[in-house]
């Protein structure tokens, strides 16, 4: 039975393959796949929701139009920003969204001080002011920054919602990880039409382009892996990483679509908003926000906002891959193989969605794709390489 998905949130390119035989290690084959990720769901312990009210946004509804605004608030440090306080800061930022009309937001270095409080707190009530509609949010704490110093602060990344909380709150902990903790959080919104958003916000390790690549990776096959039954999969947030960076180009080589790329001419901008090339996504527009010439500057670097439509679905068969293992506690399983975006080098991780269970879902193409499980994406599994047919359901019980 050939399934078919629609918007779901990646695209693979797997052309007609035959599989290779053997211990495909030994067979030198690479398709590009670049370096491995550590797979993890995480848990949702340490997220945190809130909500200011339960009105809606009344803007976009006629075509289902929607703005999305990421912006790294870069704790509550005020430097280089000409503000005298966070008031006022927030409410610059507050402003801007009620005039670009965003509907969400994806914020990183969204701290938490005993001195000033809760950042997305206080983001959220200031866009409640400035928009006439309640605001909602989602929270999770990643690292202590600025550990020692007078700005020591509880670091985190969020989600900013009009018309109430986000729902179906995830945190996903990396498997692979640098100097200091990173996480992903993702909720989901509805449109002023009452369509389903997935927004993931990220924001990837600074100090390590390995780990940052793995995260990327890990990124991108979480909005896959949850993206069934949701209007599409947004991935938002600081990458700290160029556009022609490794952990930028692996999710854009996977079959995303980098909607803020207008905004971003130079490629020098860190800071990114994609979504799979399948979803349903229109880009309307694309800006920097906050560089001092329209808005003021607010934090360390611009933020960006995409203005968005919803397309009609896209249909295409959709590869679904599980695995029943139980890795233990640190442990994780990803997937290497062929055709692209499939390596033999480096595996895709798979998402952990219960106690003994790993998924991966392969968008698109035909034929049959090669493949095998790995352990912590050093120890192969034994026996052959497995088979699938693009459509097909794999349900594997791989011993290592």
């Excluded at 211990?23 to 398709?31: E, H, K, Q, R, Y």
């Excluded at 109430?164 to 995830?170: K, L, Q, R, S």
């Excluded at 200091?180 to 009452?194: C, I, K, N, V, Y």
Aim: aromatic letters at 6%; one cysteine or more; proline letters at 4%.
């Amino acid at each position: 039975m050939i399934r078919t998905a629609s918007l779901l949130g990646l695209v693979f390119t797997v052309g007609c393959a035959t599989a290779t035989s053997g211990d495909p290690a030994a067979s030198g084959a690479d398709t590009g796949a670049g370096d491995s990720a550590a797979a993890d769901s995480g848990d949702t312990a340490g997220t945190e929701t809130g909500d200011t009210g339960a009105d809606t946004a009344d803007t976009g509804a006629e075509n289902d139009d929607v703005a999305i605004l990421t912006l790294n608030l870069h704790c509550f440090k005020l430097d280089g920003t000409g503000f005298a306080d966070n008031d006022a800061r927030f409410s610059a930022i507050a402003a801007a969204v009620a005039a670009e009309g965003v509907r969400a937001m994806a914020v990183q270095e969204a701290c938490e001080t005993d001195t000033e409080g809760k950042a997305i707190e206080r983001l959220a009530a200031a866009l409640t002011a400035a928009t006439g509609v309640s605001w909602g949010t989602a929270w999770t704490p990643t690292h202590t920054a600025w550990a020692g110093t007078p700005d020591e602060a509880q670091e985190g990344v969020g989600i900013l919602t009009a018309g109430g909380d986000p729902t179906n709150v995830a945190t996903l902990v990396y498997s692979v990880q640098g100097g200091l903790e990173r996480r992903l959080l993702a909720g989901s919104f509805t449109t002023a039409a009452g369509s389903a958003v997935r927004l993931a916000t990220v924001h990837l390790d600074y100090d390590d382009p390995a780990a940052r690549r793995a995260q990327a990776r890990q990124s991108a096959m979480d909005v896959l892996v949850h993206a069934d039954g949701a209007w599409g999969g947004l991935l938002a947030g600081d990458f700290n990483a160029f556009a022609s960076d490794d952990a930028v180009m692996d999710v854009t080589a996977a079959g995303f679509t980098r909607l803020s790329s207008a905004s971003d001419p130079d490629g020098d901008q860190i800071d990114h908003v994609l979504a799979p090339t399948a979803a349903n996504f229109e880009v309307l527009g694309s800006r920097l926000v906050f560089t001092g010439d329209h808005e003021p500057v607010v934090s360390d670097h611009p933020g960006v906002v995409v203005q968005l439509r919803r397309r009609a679905p896209v249909e295409m068969a959709a590869t679904r891959f599980a695995a029943t293992y139980d890795a233990g506690l640190g442990n994780f399983l990803t997937l290497r193989g062929e055709p692209s975006p499939l390596g033999w080098e480096a595996g895709w991780p798979a998402v952990n969605t219960a106690a003994d269970r790993w998924e991966a879902v392969l968008l698109g193409g035909s034929g049959t794709i090669a493949y095998k499980w790995l352990l912590d994406d050093a120890t192969w599994e034994s026996g052959e390489n497995r088979e699938a047919a693009v459509g097909a359901d794999a349900e594997d019980e791989p011993s290592f």
